[in-house]
């Protein structure tokens, strides 16, 4: 197996445009839905409250109740409300730009078909499950001539702006190497790994490609330059069934250990969630049918987020780490690990003036001439998906749609090139944990 890497030939974001592109639109960006689940529903709020003038002309969603309300909401007409996206497809063009939000394993089919249809793209991450169906959507893109946008949020963050900007400077001099770490929080790797979307490789994707390949497209993007070599460890290491202590039970609700020492007892996440709100009630959304005591018992007695987290059917990692070489000799060690609070991504970046030391929010130089530090808070929140990705949510969105209507692909950072190469080095690192070998790319 090959993977390519052709990050220094990436001029521009946008290698294909719609043909309106290039001039400013005199009405409103058209934009369709497909799977207005929490991501959907979240960029579709962005675009409500974007400056760029919007219209949503049409949502695709097999849940009826959540399709219904957000119509209504956005003013979509009954005829252009779909069960499913692939009925979207089969009508003619709806609008300018799709918002691709389905769930991983539908990714490929749904780019492809909208493409040929004309729309450009929104495209969750991860773009596809293979590196060969991550390069069918870059040419079908291609084929379309239509711009691919891929959601990798981190990169339109603020902080991320910000810290960019130093080391573009020159603040710490040339980068050598990087340390990043993914602390996914325990609470949230046992929703999300444990018993939720991500918990199997076969029904979703490796644990490094539908959590991490944000962080390993940010690396890319920090670093500058293309990865030469990857190696890679981890495993599944504590959530198996062998592990689970003397006397828990099949299910949370029932478990004499839940109120007492189970640090991922769901009652701790949901019912939290539910009464006290915050972060946590992101995840009992997703958990319950609604917020009420009633239907998250309910969700808790019946549904996948009231298993043990020992008892699962889940099978992907809970920690990894990959080791990186990129062009000129430069390394980047990056942890992903379960075993958590819930905090933002911290990294320190290495440079031969300085070091560079942030946390989602703060970002520390400490200068090897003068020894002196400067602190910079970009203030921007947490970083996780129930947070906007610090800003990097409304970031990429209003980033991607200014770039349509004003006709400025230069806005984008992640096109389908770019999206594509960065993607090929999360298959290659994977490929380099299951093999045990060092991957040269
Ligand atoms: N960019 C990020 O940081 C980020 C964060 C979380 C998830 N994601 C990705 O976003 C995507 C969506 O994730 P989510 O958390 O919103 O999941 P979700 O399950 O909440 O949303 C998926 C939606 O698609 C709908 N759907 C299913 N089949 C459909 C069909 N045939 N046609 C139309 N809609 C259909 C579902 O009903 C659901 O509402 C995934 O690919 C995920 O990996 C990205």
């Known amino acids: 197996m090959t993977y390519v890497t052709q990050l220094p030939t990436q001029t521009t974001p946008f290698a294909n445009l719609h043909a309106h592109h290039g001039r400013a639109l005199d009405r409103p960006l058209t934009l369709a839905v497909a799977g207005a689940g929490a991501r959907g529903t979240g960029y579709l709020e962005l675009a409500e409250r974007a400056e760029t003038p919007v219209r949503i002309t049409a949502i695709a969603e097999p849940r009826t109740a959540r399709r219904t309300a957000l119509a209504l909401r956005h003013g979509v007409p009954d005829d252009a ?5 692939r009925e979207l497809a089969a009508r ?3 609008a300018d730009a799709v918002v691709v939000a389905v769930q991983d394993a ?31 959507i870059a040419a079908a893109a291609q084929q379309g001539g239509v711009s691919l946008t891929v959601c990798h949020v981190m990169r339109y963050a603020p902080y991320t702006r910000r810290l960019k900007e130093f080391l573009d400077a020159g603040r710490i001099g040339d980068i050598v190497s990087v340390q990043h770490l993914e602390p996914i929080g325990y609470w949230h790797y046992a ?16 644990a490094l490609l539908s959590k991490s390949c944000h962080d390993i497209d940010w690396l890319s993007h920090i670093v500058g330059r293309p990865v030469r070599a990857v190696s890679s460890f981890g495993s599944l290491r504590h959530f198996r069934p062998e592990n689970a202590p003397a006397g828990s039970t099949e299910r949370c609700l029932d478990c004499p250990l839940a109120q007492r020492s189970c640090p991922y007892a769901a009652q701790k996440l949901y019912q ?3 009464r006290e709100g915050g972060v946590k009630q992101y995840f009992t959304r997703i958990a319950a049918e609604e917020l009420t005591e009633e239907a998250v018992d309910q969700a808790l007695r019946t549904g996948p987020y009231g298993r043990c987290v020992y008892r699962s059917d889940n099978d992907v990692v809970d920690h990894q780490v990959v080791n990186l070489e990129y062009e000129g000799g430069i390394t980047a060690a990056f942890t992903l690990t379960a075993f958590t609070p819930q905090e933002n991504r911290h990294t320190k970046i290495f440079g031969t003036r300085g070091q560079l030391t942030g946390d989602g929010r703060t970002i520390e130089i400490y200068d090897f001439a003068t020894d002196e530090r400067t602190v910079v808070d970009t203030d921007n929140g947490g970083s ?5 990705h610090g800003g990097g949510d409304e970031g990429l969105m209003s980033a991607f749609l200014r770039a349509l209507h004003e006709g ?12 594509r190469d ?20």
């Open 81 to 85: 409300r779909f069960a499913d996206w």
């Open 422 to 441: 960065t993607h090929r080095i999360v298959f290659a690192a994977e490929h380099a944990r299951r093999t045990g070998q060092v991957v040269h790319l």
């Open 106 to 136: 539908q990714h490929l089919e749904a780019a492809q078909a909208f493409a040929a249809l004309g729309y450009d793209l929104l495209l969750e991450k991860p773009m596809a499950l293979s590196a060969e169906d991550v390069d069918a």
């Open 272 to 274: 939290v969630g539910l």
């Open 92 to 94: 003619p063009r709806l």
């Open 408 to 419: 400025r692909p230069g806005l984008l950072l992640t096109g389908a090139q770019e999206s």
């Open 191 to 206: 929703h999300s790994f444990v018993r939720g979307n991500w918990r199997r490789t076969d029904e979703s994707t490796f």
């Open 384 to 388: 996780s998906a129930a947070e906007g």
